[in-house]
């Protein structure tokens, strides 16, 4: 839930402060709502703390601390969407899902060739390139790989085609490169020499 609206350099620097001093679901359901705003400050988004602060009271309450392992019951916590159940899934049980958010949906159009306009996260074409680019639903490693090439490489703005790994695979980097940048040219598999008969 932190790293939905705040960068993971920001989540990392500060998680550890916060386990430790709510390290149970429990811990954090019986604190003051003030001592959990206080916490998650550094992470932005008071009314985010306060929902983190209700789901920790629900999890506490009626499932005894622990995280329940079902879509259903995630997507009944407060403030938890899709995208947060199937990342929970994935991590807790190594579950295979299908994650959808901007970051996975971005790759998934360039790599695809398809318009990102509109609502396309429940459009079925989207739906299929995101499954096709990673092999059908996987596991949370590797959709943290993605989100990964898409915080640092496939930009909103200005993708680095140059340096992208999946560059020979993409309908956009194809459409818009030109083949003959040096960046390129190395990957131009080149034909072996005909040899001269005998
Ligand atoms: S080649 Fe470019 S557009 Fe395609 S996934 Fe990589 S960075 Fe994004």
Request: charged residues 25%; proline residues 14%; aromatic residues 4%.
């Given at each position: 839930m932190l790293l939905l609206r705040t960068k993971a350099e920001?989540?990392?620097a500060h998680i550890d402060a916060v386990i430790e001093e709510f390290p149970t679901p429990q811990a954090l359901a019986r604190a003051e709502t003030?001592?959990?705003e206080d916490a998650l400050?550094?992470?932005g988004l008071r009314w985010r703390a306060r929902r983190i602060h209700e789901t920790a009271q629900l999890l506490a309450d009626s499932y005894n601390g622990e995280v329940p392992r079902d879509l259903k019951s995630l997507l009944d916590l407060p403030g938890v969407g899709p995208y947060v159940a199937s990342a929970t899934l994935a991590t807790l049980s190594g579950g295979r899902?299908?994650?959808?958010?901007t970051n996975t949906l971005r790759v998934a159009t360039r790599v695809a060739g398809i318009s990102a306009r509109g609502d396309v996260r429940r459009r079925k074409d989207v739906q299929a390139s995101i499954g096709m680019l990673m092999g059908g639903p996987t596991t949370a490693d590797d959709w943290?790989?993605?989100?990964?090439?898409?915080?640092k490489i496939c930009l909103?703005?200005?993708?680095?085609?140059?340096?992208?790994?999946i560059d020979d695979l993409c309908s956009?980097?194809?459409?818009t490169v030109n083949?003959?940048?040096?960046?390129?040219?190395h990957k131009v598999r080149q034909r072996p020499e005909p040899r001269e008969s005998a």
């Open positions: 920001i989540v990392e003030s001592a959990v400050r550094p992470f899902v299908v994650l959808t958010d943290l790989a993605v989100i990964d090439l898409a915080a909103p703005r200005d993708p680095r085609c140059a340096e992208c790994p956009y980097s194809l459409a083949p003959s940048e040096p960046h390129r040219r």
